[in-house]
């Protein structure tokens, strides 16, 4: 059973264009989050949602807009995409409580977007 | 600003060599502290984590990390690598009073020679 899925795995677009990365998770958590992770390897947070709340809006163009419709899933739509859009989006979800030892976040497999 | 920081970016170590990777981070609230691990091609998967205890902690495929609160730290460890544990690692930070914001380190790839 796949934990958190995102589609698609691979999307090569123009510059301009508008896409949507989709998110799902089955494990019943509350809270979802989007990573970016840059071509360097780095890895940062862009938004989270609790229960289709948005809870941290990082600093991000406000070209990026996720979607909760339901607190399985949180989608990334992107409008006029850039070169510097070209990364890896992870989705990530997390059970309450945080302060929990059972807390940890689950990440997806990424979506690898390339702008052309 | 709070900040994760990685001592060594390329670590370069052969089989049944012992590894240590560092691990700083920069911010006096509540934090939760994970490891985590990004083979090639694979998404993130946890390592190990600490919440609150023992400052040890034991993770999976052997690996352990130890939370030092007055360094600000908490280094991974493994007593002898195999040529498998080739990945990426991440260092995190969870900041709770920040709606659960996970503050990653920049990550140190680690290649293990067989």
């Known amino acids: 059973d796949t934990a958190v899925s995102q589609t698609p795995k691979y999307l090569v677009t123009q510059m301009g264009n508008d896409k949507s990365i989709k998110c799902e998770q089955n494990l019943g958590h509350d809270t979802m989050y989007w990573y970016k992770q840059d071509s360097k390897k780095f890895l940062k947070i862009m938004f989270s949602?609790?229960?289709?709340?948005?809870?941290i809006n990082e600093t991000v163009p406000n070209r990026f807009s996720p979607k909760s419709p339901d607190k399985a899933h949180l989608n990334l739509h992107i409008n006029s995409l850039e070169l510097g859009d070209s990364a890896v989006y992870f989705c990530?979800?997390?059970?309450?409580?945080?302060?929990?030892?059972?807390?940890?976040?689950?990440f997806g497999p990424g979506t690898r977007l390339t702008v052309t | 600003a709070q900040s994760v920081s990685q001592h060594n970016h390329h670590v370069i170590l052969s089989e049944a060599a012992s590894l240590e990777l560092g691990c700083n981070y920069s911010y006096g609230g509540t934090v939760n502290l994970f490891w985590y691990v990004q083979y090639p091609g694979q998404h993130l998967q946890l390592l190990l984590k600490?919440?609150?205890?023992?400052?040890l902690v034991k993770g999976i495929k052997g690996f352990e990390a130890e939370f030092i609160k007055s360094k600000f730290s908490f280094n991974l460890r493994k007593p002898s690598v195999q040529w498998s544990d080739t990945a990426e690692y991440f260092c995190a930070v969870n900041l709770r009073e920040y709606g659960n914001k996970l503050v990653f380190g920049a990550g140190t790839i680690l290649r293990v020679k067989s």
């Open positions: 600490y919440f609150s205890g023992d400052p």
């Open positions: 990530a979800s997390s059970p309450l409580p945080a302060s929990g030892p059972d807390y940890e976040q689950y």
């Open positions: 949602y609790n229960n289709k709340e948005l809870i």
